[in-house]
């Protein structure tokens, strides 16, 4: 899976803003803030990725077990796709 | 300059705002909360020209739709320009709801633009004056630093103050327990347009867009806090973080959603903003002595 194009992620003074960019606008509501993980995350579905290499990026890149990183990747996809953010 | 155009200039949030108009043509009839912003300031932040022409044929926009607010107007992207469509009608009500009132074409730093309009009766009037000057503003002043907020402002004795909040949060309350105090002055009840300078420090200004006309000025203050408001049973002020203060006035800030790069350029202003003014968290009962509490922390 990846993410959608139309958004754009930057840190504001410590906050990741994420904002929809475009035509997307008319599909979505405002803006979102994300955490550090879920901003690591979004970054990492630039590119297509499964559950299970977002789930290993996750618990390689903070200290995590593989089980709690897999259990936050499924809530976190789970987000984007009720939301509609992903591509 | 061609003799058959005359040029209106304008000073809005520091920056120097050249309407052109055909000389025989009522091309710059305005409402009148433009008219405390006529002139030019001493030192712009940017020059922006706004050529005025008149359509005979119905407005039509061009290019691809890349924004809908779901508001007035509509963001268009074609070859090299951006096209905003603005739809609502005027108090004459000679156009209706889904009637396109003007076209404001502008170049990608948004200080080259053309804004056609179709005059419909004598109650016409340009709207430079409404939409479409606030929409030039609202991103003509992000390359220079700037951004346009909800809030309402004043300068209380050189220190300039924002307030602001969602809807009915108080913006316009507060303006009027802060009038008429000795050296407080009133800049703007609901868009306040604010800059960061590169030498430290920021300004806050008036903007002709207030809910009510009069009540705005062309008057700039150095920004010492911006409040966010919440109405509550008590009243209370705290400091919020940058990250806090990043996340509450995004949201309260008239952002340039149809163009990447200039929304990049607006969240790095926001980043400065938050990073030089201090900004608060105001829960507070609508009442005059929140002033007082306010000051305590200018």
């Not at chain 2, 346009?148 to 309350?173: E, I, P």
């Not at chain 2, 050296?183 to 703007?188: C, H, K, L, S, Y």
């Not at chain 2, 800059?195 to 009510?212: D, I, N």
Request: glycine share 10%; proline share 6%.
């Amino acid at each position: 899976m990846k993410r959608k194009e139309s958004f754009l992620l930057q840190n504001v003074g410590g906050e990741n803003l994420l904002v929809p960019i475009g035509a997307q606008v008319m599909d979505t509501s405002g803006i979102i803030t994300l955490n550090e993980t879920a901003a690591f995350l979004w970054e990492q579905l630039e590119a297509d990725r499964s559950e299970e290499e977002l789930a290993a990026a996750l618990a390689g890149g903070f200290e995590v077990d593989e089980a709690s990183a897999a259990a936050d990747v499924e809530t976190f996809i789970a987000e984007l796709r009720e939301n509609g953010l992903l591509a | 300059m061609n003799p058959d155009r005359i040029s209106r200039f304008f000073s809005i949030a520091g920056m120097q705002i050249e309407l052109q108009a055909p000389s025989d043509c009522p091309g710059l009839l305005l409402e009148d909360r433009t008219d405390p912003f006529s002139g030019k300031p001493p030192r712009p932040a940017a020059a922006v020209t706004v050529d005025w022409r008149e359509s005979a044929a119905p407005l039509r926009a061009e290019g691809e739709l890349v924004y809908d607010p779901g508001a007035i107007w509509r963001m268009f992207r074609g070859e090299g320009f951006w096209c905003a469509e603005l739809s609502y009608a005027d108090d004459t009500g000679a156009v209706g709801k889904d009637g396109v009132r003007s076209l404001l074409y502008a170049n990608d730093t948004w200080d080259r633009l053309t804004l056609k309009e179709r005059r419909i009766d004598p109650g016409w009037h340009g709207l430079f004056s409404l939409g479409a000057g606030e929409l030039a503003v609202r991103a003509s002043i992000v390359p220079t630093g700037g951004l346009l907020l909800h809030a309402s402002a004043v300068d209380d004795n050189g220190r300039g103050v924002l307030f602001s909040g969602r809807s009915g949060a108080g913006k316009s309350t507060q303006l009027g327990f802060w009038s008429g105090r000795p050296g407080v002055v009133t800049m703007t009840d609901d868009r306040a347009a604010v800059r960061c300078s590169p030498e430290g420090g920021a300004s806050g200004y008036g903007t002709p867009w207030g809910g009510l006309p009069g009540t705005s000025r062309d008057h700039s203050a150095p920004l010492a806090a911006i409040v966010m408001l919440e109405q509550a049973p008590e009243n209370r002020i705290e400091r919020l973080s940058p990250a806090a203060a990043a996340a509450a006035l995004a949201c309260r800030a008239f952002l340039p959603y149809w163009d990447r790069s200039l929304m990049q350029r607006a969240f790095a202003n926001l980043e400065t903003l938050v990073r030089t003014v201090p900004v608060h968290l105001l829960r507070c009962r609508p009442e005059p002595s929140v002033v007082d509490l306010v000051r305590s922390v200018l």
